[in-house]
């Protein structure tokens, strides 16, 4: 019997790194997935800013890095309790 996979809780740093980076247009998965533990470094501290963590990571990106930042950012930052449903 193999192991099931095990899933990050909700409120993780890695959840919400991976998550961020999910819409970011790239060319293969494994961009996407250095994209994300690039971006969860930067929820750590590793990185003073999103662009740097981008930087860093060198995903092969089908957007600017400009908009790939933006999007990250995005997702990032809470929403305000007004919007919250």
Known sequence: MTPGIQQWPDESLERQAYNA????????????????????????????????????????LRCGKTEASRMISELLSPRPESEVS
């Open 21 to 60: 980076v999910k819409p970011v247009p790239v060319v293969e998965e494994n961009d996407r997935n250095r994209l994300g533990y690039h971006v969860f470094l930067y929820l750590k501290g590793e990185y003073p800013t999103i662009d740097e963590a981008i930087h860093v990571a060198q995903p092969r």
